[in-house]
């Protein structure tokens, strides 16, 4: 008989009712004494473990649980301390652990960024000239002892060396193979012997960064480090662990001297099977097979996946089978069986993790024991699915019609820029160097109070109206004040710039508890996208034109992006995410007109997270970009030439997609670029950018206030490489989490700063 396991790569940290993130934020704010936190932890820890146990998993993880990151776990463990925390040796203490990610009076934190294509963020490794990496404590040797005094015998995580080092910053890229091969090689491989020396079986190594593009010597440094590892430990079965796509190399890495290897068949399932198919499987390894979604919250499609198994079986025949989610459980919410809110059908195939656990058990029966077995369990998953499918929510056939209709003209705007900026010019007469902000004003505890108390029944709607009235027609005033050219309303009405959409489209639903880590102690509760998407009334036009109308300056409208909208939502499986950009680019084309016509003449549209989207392979990017460069541009088009329209992005590494941001068409586009300012310039010195554009002058995640010699010196080096009749000048970012006084001090320092340039022009 075959061997088959269920195993799991890593299950979500916050907990079902956020205990997780609770612990920890009240050991920041001094509530609770370390002692008490590591109580706390510990529990959950306890609880998670048994929870996967109880499910069913054959192989449950340990060492995926952090106190704030695993990258971060994973940096400390070697010793890969910044000098600016003043670590002298030994086991880093919770304090500076926490210091890292979060900075302290003494030292700014770490960098932190995506973790690869999702939305959760990890910190970034800091090598610096003279560190020298030791392995302080085998953390995931703890893990594995704390289990097994719980009588479970887990399978350690260990995120692996190749990404690890993929994942770090501060050497050079020469260094690479001496670091990979000479410096964390040799710790790894300490790592492993003493967990196999304490019992350990299976360890799971992630390299999802086999997934980017490899290079053939980065290959060959992979299976030299890979060698010794298995050398190290002979005891212990390796499993190389890929996910979020299909491998690069698959020929090669089949080839790791390893026990097991890990595939993506959601994501990568189609490159993965032909791999399979074409170049077969070692007889001597065990296949873990990720078949269950681990960033969506869909019900699987149990008959589909259980044919699939088969379909490999008939091809392949490896030593042993472990069926598991696509990636870790950590991008998805706890246990859907809390949410009792939504629509029947949606709530029939909605799987949180402790579903997905539940579903790889189904998998394991109907695969050992036959289909039969487990008959009753996949008809009422396919009724499920079937009833889903069949709710009239799903489609609404006008908008398929209208959309399938549309024509390139209404892609395209009416007029090209040039002639478009010669009759803004007259309609707007700016002066040189505009000066605008980004669109939100301070969240202060005062507006999170009123939105509390209008969401609570405290206040009516008329109230809390009135109140974010007061506050935008306040903020206003202060523009007008500081002297900016164009003014926002403030966006006070928005906790959140996908969710005030998502909330009044059609198409979208929202969970009760569905809440996944984005960073740290920092959660977010993506709304789902179940059905087609639809405009429905005017959202942001009354908001808008009140604020126009308290002032004689221009006002810009702010919406948030089609694919920003799908970036940060759980998205519907059933239809090309194209077809979903395009309708969410529909329907906000309607928004747009309403704008215009309530007299909005400046109108922005964010795409925040656009470059974060980008997939993990290159030659995956153009069809990306196309179907993010069409949605815009249909949400677009529609308006009069002297409608202006604006775009922002965060995030700041451009060069790359500088092509694809200008066909967006957009009349101003404001980047995030005060952090990485060299880089960005330089990828205008390449090719400039004929469009409006304003590069952020100041970065806004700091409550620093900047110096108007350091704005101006931004400025005067942009302006090397960019038309001058061109740039605003902006900060980098929205200003929501920022006190006021910060953002009025910064905010008048940058209208100086505009004012001194246009002196010297
Ligand atoms: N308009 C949004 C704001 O100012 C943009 C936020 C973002 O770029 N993430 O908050
Ligand atoms: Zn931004």
Same mark, same amino acid.
């Given at each position: 008989?075959?061997?088959?396991?269920?195993?799991?790569?890593?299950?979500?940290?916050?907990?079902?009712?956020?205990?997780?993130?609770?612990?920890?934020?009240?050991?920041?704010?001094?509530?609770?004494?370390?002692?008490?936190?590591?109580?706390?932890?510990?529990?959950?820890?306890?609880?998670?473990?048994?929870?996967?146990?109880?499910?069913?998993?054959?192989?449950?993880?340990?060492?995926?649980?952090?106190?704030?990151?695993?990258?971060?776990?994973?940096?400390?463990?070697?010793?890969?301390?910044?000098?600016?925390?003043?670590?002298?040796?030994?086991?880093?203490?919770?304090?500076?652990?926490?210091?890292?990610?979060?900075?302290?009076?003494?030292?700014?934190?770490?960098?932190?960024?995506?973790?690869?294509?999702?939305?959760?963020?990890?910190?970034?490794?800091?090598?610096?000239?003279?560190?020298?990496?030791?392995?302080?404590?085998?953390?995931?040797?703890?893990?594995?002892?704390?289990?097994?005094?719980?009588?479970?015998?887990?399978?350690?995580?260990?995120?692996?060396?190749?990404?690890?080092?993929?994942?770090?910053? *501060? #050497?050079?890229? $020469?260094?690479?193979?001496? /670091?990979? %091969?000479?410096?964390?090689?040799?710790?790894?491989?300490?790592? =492993? @012997?003493?967990?196999?020396?304490?019992?350990?079986?299976?360890?799971?190594?992630?390299?999802?960064?086999?997934?980017?593009?490899?290079?053939?010597?980065?290959?060959?440094?992979?299976?030299?480090?890979?060698?010794?590892?298995?050398?190290?430990?002979?005891?212990?079965?390796?499993?190389?662990?890929?996910?979020?796509?299909?491998?690069?190399?698959?020929?090669?890495?089949?080839?790791?001297?390893?026990?097991?290897?890990?595939?993506?068949?959601?994501?990568?399932?189609?490159?993965?099977?032909?791999?399979?198919?074409?170049? *077969? #499987?070692?007889? $001597?390894?065990?296949?873990? /097979?990720? %078949?269950?979604?681990?960033?969506?919250?869909?019900?699987?499609? =149990? @008959?589909?996946?259980?044919?699939?198994?088969?379909?490999?079986?008939?091809?392949?025949?490896?030593?042993?089978?472990?069926?598991?989610?696509?990636?870790?459980?950590?991008?998805?919410?706890?246990?859907?069986?809390?949410?009792?809110?939504?629509?029947?059908?949606?709530?029939?195939?909605?799987?949180?993790?402790?579903?997905?656990?539940?579903?790889?058990?189904?998998?394991?029966?109907?695969?050992?024991?036959?289909?039969?077995?487990?008959?009753?369990?996949?008809?009422?998953?396919?009724?499920?699915?079937?009833?889903?499918?069949?709710?009239?929510?799903?489609?609404?056939?006008?908008?398929?019609?209208?959309?399938?209709?549309?024509?390139?003209?209404?892609?395209?705007?009416?007029?090209?820029?040039?002639?478009?900026?010669?009759?803004?010019?007259?309609?707007?007469?700016?002066?040189?160097?505009?000066?605008?902000?980004?669109?939100?004003?301070?969240?202060?505890?005062?507006?999170?109070?009123?939105?509390?108390?209008?969401?609570?029944?405290?206040?009516?709607?008329?109230?809390?109206?009135?109140?974010?009235?007061?506050?935008?027609?306040?903020?206003?005033?202060?523009?007008?004040?500081?002297?900016?050219?164009?003014?926002?309303?403030?966006?006070?009405?928005?906790?959140?710039?996908?969710?005030?959409?998502?909330?009044?489209?059609?198409?979208?639903?929202?969970?009760?508890?569905?809440?996944?880590?984005?960073?740290?102690?920092?959660?977010?509760?993506?709304?789902?996208?179940?059905?087609?998407?639809?405009?429905?009334?005017?959202?942001?036009?009354?908001?808008?034109?009140?604020?126009?109308?308290?002032?004689?300056?221009?006002?810009?409208?702010?919406?948030?992006?089609?694919?920003?909208?799908?970036?940060?939502?759980?998205?519907?499986?059933?239809?090309?995410?194209?077809?979903?950009?395009?309708?969410?680019?529909?329907?906000?084309?309607?928004?747009?007109?309403?704008?215009?016509?309530?007299?909005?003449?400046?109108?922005?549209?964010?795409?925040?997270?656009?470059?974060?989207?980008?997939?993990?392979?290159?030659?995956?990017?153009?069809?990306?970009?196309?179907?993010?460069?069409?949605?815009?541009?249909?949400?677009?088009?529609?308006?009069?030439?002297?409608?202006?329209?604006?775009?922002?992005?965060?995030?700041?590494?451009?060069?790359?997609?500088?092509?694809?941001?200008?066909?967006?068409?957009?009349?101003?586009?404001?980047?995030?670029?005060?952090?990485?300012?060299?880089?960005?310039?330089?990828?205008?010195?390449?090719?400039?950018?004929?469009?409006?554009?304003?590069?952020?002058?100041?970065?806004?995640?700091?409550?620093?206030?900047?110096?108007?010699?350091?704005?101006?010196?931004?400025?005067?080096?942009?302006?090397?490489?960019?038309?001058?009749?061109?740039?605003?000048?902006?900060?980098?970012?929205?200003?929501?989490?920022?006190?006021?006084?910060?953002?009025?001090?910064?905010?008048?320092?940058?209208?100086?700063?505009?004012?001194?340039?246009?002196?010297?022009?």
């Amino acid at each position: 008989m075959v061997n088959v396991y269920t195993s799991n790569l890593g299950y979500p940290r916050i907990g079902k009712r956020r205990e997780w993130k609770k612990a920890l934020e009240s050991h920041w704010s001094g509530k609770i004494e370390q002692a008490e936190l590591e109580e706390r932890i510990k529990t959950l820890r306890h609880e998670y473990l048994h929870t996967q146990v109880e499910k069913g998993v054959d192989l449950p993880p340990v060492g995926d649980f952090t106190y704030y990151d695993h990258v971060l776990d994973t940096a400390v463990m070697f010793g890969l301390i910044p000098k600016r925390f003043g670590h002298d040796g030994g086991p880093v203490s919770l304090d500076t652990y926490f210091a890292m990610a979060r900075g302290n009076q003494k030292a700014v934190a770490c960098e932190m960024t995506k973790w690869f294509d999702t939305n959760y963020h990890y910190i970034v490794p800091e090598w610096e000239e003279e560190m020298v990496p030791t392995l302080l404590e085998n953390r995931p040797l703890r893990a594995f002892r704390e289990a097994k005094r719980w009588g479970i015998n887990a399978k350690p995580v260990i995120l692996g060396p190749f990404t690890f080092l993929k994942l770090a910053k *501060g #050497f050079h890229p $020469d260094q690479f193979s001496r /670091l990979l %091969l000479d410096t964390l090689t040799p710790l790894y491989a300490q790592v =492993l @012997q003493e967990l196999e020396a304490a019992g350990a079986d299976w360890i799971q190594l992630d390299e999802p960064a086999f997934v980017t593009d490899v290079t053939a010597a980065e290959m060959e440094w992979l299976h030299t480090a890979y060698s010794r590892l298995a050398d190290a430990a002979p005891g212990l079965r390796l499993l190389v662990q890929t996910y979020f796509d299909s491998v690069s190399a698959y020929s090669d890495l089949i080839r790791l001297p390893v026990h097991g290897i890990g595939l993506d068949l959601v994501y990568g399932r189609e490159e993965n099977l032909a791999s399979l198919q074409k170049h *077969g #499987f070692p007889e $001597d390894k065990v296949l873990a /097979l990720g %078949l269950i979604d681990g960033r969506n919250i869909w019900k699987t499609p =149990l @008959q589909k996946q259980l044919n699939l198994l088969e379909e490999i079986r008939e091809i392949v025949s490896p030593a042993a089978w472990m069926l598991q989610p696509s990636c870790s459980l950590l991008h998805v919410p706890v246990d859907a069986a809390e949410e009792q809110e939504l629509p029947s059908e949606l709530a029939g195939v909605i799987a949180f993790a402790h579903e997905k656990l539940d579903e790889l058990s189904i998998l394991k029966e109907g695969f050992l024991h036959g289909q039969a077995v487990v008959a009753e369990v996949l008809q009422e998953n396919a009724a499920a699915i079937e009833t889903f499918d069949q709710a009239s929510f799903r489609r609404i056939p006008e908008i398929r019609k209208e959309i399938a209709n549309l024509t390139s003209t209404a892609f395209t705007r009416s007029h090209p820029f040039a002639e478009r900026q010669e009759q803004q010019e007259k309609f707007y007469s700016f002066p040189l160097f505009p000066t605008t902000t980004i669109g939100s004003f301070p969240q202060s505890p005062e507006v999170r109070r009123a939105r509390k108390k209008w969401r609570t029944g405290e206040w009516s709607e008329e109230r809390y109206r009135e109140f974010v009235q007061k506050e935008t027609a306040r903020w206003i005033g202060i523009q007008e004040e500081i002297g900016l050219d164009v003014l926002v309303h403030g966006e006070f009405e928005r906790t959140d710039m996908v969710e005030y959409f998502s909330d009044k489209l059609t198409g979208f639903s929202f969970t009760k508890h569905g809440w996944v880590q984005s960073y740290g102690s920092r959660c977010v509760k993506p709304p789902i996208i179940h059905g087609d998407v639809a405009f429905h009334a005017p959202m942001t036009a009354e908001m808008s034109s009140y604020a126009q109308s308290l002032t004689e300056k221009k006002v810009k409208g702010m919406l948030t992006g089609p694919t920003t909208m799908i970036r940060w939502s759980f998205v519907r499986d059933d239809l090309p995410e194209s077809e979903v950009a395009l309708q969410i680019g529909y329907a906000l084309r309607q928004e747009v007109d309403a704008l215009e016509s309530s007299g909005i003449a400046i109108i922005q549209v964010d795409e925040p997270a656009l470059r974060e989207g980008l997939p993990l392979k290159k030659h995956k990017w153009k069809a990306y970009l196309d179907q993010a460069v069409r949605a815009f541009r249909l949400a677009t088009s529609s308006v009069q030439p002297q409608t202006q329209i604006h775009t922002h992005m965060c995030y700041s590494e451009f060069h790359d997609i500088i092509d694809a941001i200008q066909t967006l068409d957009a009349d101003v586009i404001s980047i995030e670029s005060s952090r990485s300012h060299g880089e960005l310039i330089h990828a205008f010195e390449e090719k400039t950018y004929p469009l409006g554009i304003g590069l952020g002058v100041y970065d806004i995640h700091s409550p620093r206030i900047p110096t108007e010699a350091e704005m101006l010196q931004t400025v005067e080096r942009a302006l090397r490489v960019l038309p001058p009749t061109l740039f605003w000048i902006n900060p980098d970012c929205g200003l929501k989490t920022r006190r006021e006084e910060e953002v009025v001090a910064s905010l008048q320092k940058m209208v100086q700063v505009a004012q001194a340039i246009r002196q010297q022009w």
